[in-house]
């Protein structure tokens, strides 16, 4: 008996889809009024079992598809991302040559050092240590440099040639400890004496006689005396302050350099040594 009470169900359904086939076939000729009845019957059954259906199917469906377009929306985005990166890069590299030759065009025309000839060069090194504040550059005997040149950018004096090789230089830098130069200042051409402190730190102007009234900003330039070692007028440096100690025998001025000092990248190196004696 319970046999029997399963087959039921599965009988009706059986008929109930037959008869839904036959509807749908004869859909399109003219029917008797009793035939759309029992086909508004059948769509009145089978509608609710279909749209269960497209409940169930849908979802599946628009997951399967969004995988595939989410996948390819995120090629797309990798490569969108990447000409963009790509386009940033070409954009910093044109800027970063755009300034490297205005500051080579800056170097190749400083006004202050007059008709004396010079060589652009570029930093490619620096080596601060406890016993030298010096850099390298990637100029040497073959381009005509010689120990005891002097080395300048557009800004002012960076420091003069200590060591050479056929296709480097090294320069000893004005901040250097071992470093001096000659300097007048004011309009009465006062002389002083220019001494290297440190990295990152003013140069200290010795052999000031007391009392001397310096301007803070006052510029300082090499003096050019005879026997000195670089040629008058380049810029060094402008005055932080200058006092006279109680009971000195000097003023105590420092100046700031006109140079970076600490962030060279061109210069320029004078054809220029001291006069023999």
């Known amino acids: 008996m319970t046999n029997s009470l399963f087959r039921r169900p599965r009988i009706t359904l059986i008929v109930v889809l037959l008869v839904s086939f036959t509807l749908l076939s004869v859909s399109y000729r003219r029917t008797p009024s009793f035939v759309v009845s029992a086909k508004g019957l059948v769509r009145d059954f089978v509608t609710p079992i279909r749209s269960a259906t497209t409940d169930v199917v849908n979802p599946i469906y628009n997951t399967i598809v969004g995988a595939f377009d989410y996948g390819r929306l995120r090629a797309q985005n990798q490569a969108l991302r990447s000409q963009i990166l790509s386009i940033e890069n070409q954009r910093v590299a044109n800027q970063g040559a755009y300034a490297s030759m205005t500051a080579l065009a ?90 290297g402190q440190g990295s990152n730190t003013s140069l200290a102007v010795q052999l000031v006689d007391p009392g001397t009234i310096l ?49 060279l990248e061109y210069v320029a190196v004078l054809d220029w040594l001291p006069p023999s004696s």
């Open 215 to 263: 301007h803070k900003g006052e510029p300082m330039f090499t003096s050019g005396l005879q026997g000195e070692i670089f040629p008058g007028g380049i810029p060094v440096g402008r005055v932080t302050q200058a006092y006279t100690p109680a009971g000195g025998l000097e003023e105590h001025v420092d100046i700031a350099p006109m140079a970076p000092l600490d962030n």
């Open 106 to 195: 800056q170097e190749l025309n400083i006004k202050y050092i007059g008709t004396v000839k010079s060589t652009p060069a570029m930093v490619i090194s620096i080596t601060p240590t406890n016993l030298q504040l010096s850099v390298e550059l990637d100029k040497g005997s073959s381009e005509g440099i010689q120990v005891g040149n002097p080395v300048v950018d557009s800004l002012g004096l960076v420091g003069r040639v200590i060591q050479v090789s056929s296709s480097t230089s090294t320069v000893l830098l004005a901040s250097d400890p071992n470093f001096s130069v000659g300097v007048r200042f004011g309009n009465a051409g006062q002389i002083g004496l220019a001494v």
